[in-house]
């Protein structure tokens, strides 16, 4: 259920999808990784980075003050924009909890194909966020 991180009590999530700066190279996308795995060990989060086709879907998971540190730093980071906040709300367990940030790529798996896929072709906009969600867990095993 959606709600205002602000509101939450213990564990919650955060999942958006942004484009990538049109300049934007392997070895940065490196470096956000490497950053953001830093500060997740710190703070407690985990999550689930995907790349594909110049955009990114993200999954942020943890401590609600942690949590909301980081995504204010990710709303304002110049390395992406157009951020479309899919879902965010309090969690009962952690979906990525072996993960400071997992990360895969068109290489590793496609969303637009898991999309394309049969009975995937349906999904309503409203199930959109959890359509991503489910795409991600079934690439974190
Ligand atoms: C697509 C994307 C995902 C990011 N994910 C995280 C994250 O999970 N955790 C985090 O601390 N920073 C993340 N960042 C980076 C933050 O926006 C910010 O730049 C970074 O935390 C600053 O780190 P620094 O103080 O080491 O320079 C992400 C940035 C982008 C562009």
């Not at 060990?41 to 609600?64: R, S």
């Not at 899919?86 to 990360?103: P, S």
Request: hydrophobic share 40%; charged share 25%.
């Amino acid at each position: 259920m959606t709600s205002d991180l602000r509101d939450i009590g213990g564990l919650g999530y955060f999942l958006y999808r942004s484009s990538a700066a049109s300049e934007l190279s392997g070895g940065d996308t490196q470096d956000i990784l490497r950053s953001a795995r830093h500060r997740n060990q710190a703070l407690g989060l985990t999550g689930c980075l995907h790349f594909e086709d110049g955009m990114f879907f993200q999954w942020l998971e943890g401590p609600k003050d942690g949590l909301l540190q980081v995504v204010d730093l990710i709303l304002v980071d110049d390395r992406h924009q157009e951020i479309t906040i899919l879902d965010q709300g309090a969690l009962d367990q952690r979906r990525f909890q072996d993960w400071r940030m997992r990360f895969s790529d068109r290489d590793r798996a496609s969303l637009m194909d898991w999309f394309a896929s049969s009975d995937k072709s349906t999904v309503r906009p409203k199930d959109y966020a959890g359509a991503v969600v489910a795409f991600l867990m079934s690439i974190a095993i």
